[in-house]
């Protein structure tokens, strides 16, 4: 097979799995830093005429931000046919407008370079909301992988009778279709949000399902904020610990550790490394580089 995939540091576990599910190569690449601080990339595969899938999942962005671009540019300047970035969380997503006069947009600026880099995207469930689709920021064709069979299928069969919960209004997409394919009611909650930290939730007629397991299913968890105020709203009306779901597990500062003390469970997709990984979607991912038609002729 010409398909030749490289893990940026961190990804190594699932740029294995990837390959091995699309009967690719691995490919070899070396990065470190300098003593101050700048990156040293060195490709040390030959990748001419090769179609190359560089897997680098984008959370703490800005840290990853210039080994990709340095791997993207060598890797043309050795030949390579064609660049596919595997980035299962993209990040900047949720700076999607100008809160405040002066502020940077900071989707179009990350969506405009990663573009300038490589020749095609593919992600897993992009926090879309006041941008529809990718192709509005990125200029690039790209694939969006979704979470939500996935996580239906890991309810159906780990949670006994759920009512799925969505935090906020932006959740609706999420929480409709995961209800749907696990057959289970839901609910979409209203937050607002008053700080990074700083969020309230309400909701109405939850009530009647206190006799089943609230599920909470939401793109990102990051401070945490937006499920541990969902968890305590939830409690105060009577309802059981909640199961939390989480696509990407981002898991800012001691987010992880507050989380898992108020909630029943704890589980995210493998999108973002991280302990609370039980989701596979390693197999969707696969899929979305496997149907993207093969081009180059290095073996
Ligand atoms: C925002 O609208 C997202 O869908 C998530 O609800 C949000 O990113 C969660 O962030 P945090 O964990 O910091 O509350």
């Known amino acids: 097979m010409n398909r030749l995939?490289?893990?940026?540091?961190g990804n190594e576990a699932l740029a294995s799995q990837l390959a091995h599910a699309c009967s690719a190569s691995m490919g070899a690449l070396t990065t470190r830093r300098f003593p101050d601080g700048e990156s040293y990339v060195r490709i040390d595969s030959d990748v001419r005429d090769r179609d190359v899938v560089l897997v680098c999942t984008l959370d703490r962005p800005d840290e990853k931000l210039i080994p990709l671009l340095f791997?993207?540019?060598?890797?043309?300047a050795l030949g390579a046919a064609r660049i596919v970035l595997v980035a299962p969380y993209l990040a900047y997503m949720r700076q999607d407008i100008r809160f405040q006069p002066g502020e940077t947009l900071a989707n179009g600026v990350f969506a405009r370079v990663i573009s300038q880099s490589v020749d095609r995207l593919i992600t897993v469930d992009p926090h879309l909301h006041r941008v529809h689709a990718l192709d509005e920021i990125y200029r690039v064709p790209s694939t969006v992988v979704h979470a939500a069979p996935a996580i239906a299928r890991w309810i159906a069969t780990h949670v006994d009778g759920p009512v799925l919960i969505g935090p906020d209004s932006e959740s609706?997409?999420?929480v409709r279709e995961v209800a749907a394919l696990a057959g289970a009611p839901f609910h979409v909650m209203t937050k607002t949000r008053?700080?990074?930290?700083?969020?309230?939730i309400a909701v109405t007629g939850i009530e009647s399902h206190s006799d089943r397991t609230p599920v909470l299913v939401d793109d990102i968890i990051s401070t945490g904020s937006t499920m541990i105020a969902t968890i305590g709203h939830l409690r105060s009306l009577g309802l059981r610990p909640a199961v939390c779901i989480g696509v990407h597990a981002v898991f800012a500062g001691?987010?992880?550790?507050?989380?898992?003390?108020?909630?029943?469970?704890?589980?995210t997709c493998d999108t973002i490394a991280h302990a609370s990984n039980q989701i596979s979607l390693v197999a969707e991912i696969a899929e979305a580089i496997i149907a993207i038609p093969e081009i180059g002729t290095g073996s």
């Open 5 to 9: 995939v490289f893990a940026m540091p």
């Open 71 to 76: 791997a993207c540019d060598t890797l043309r």
């Open 172 to 174: 609706d997409q999420w």
């Open 194 to 200: 008053k700080g990074d930290r700083d969020v309230e």
């Open 254 to 267: 001691s987010a992880w550790e507050n989380l898992q003390r108020v909630a029943a469970r704890v589980v």
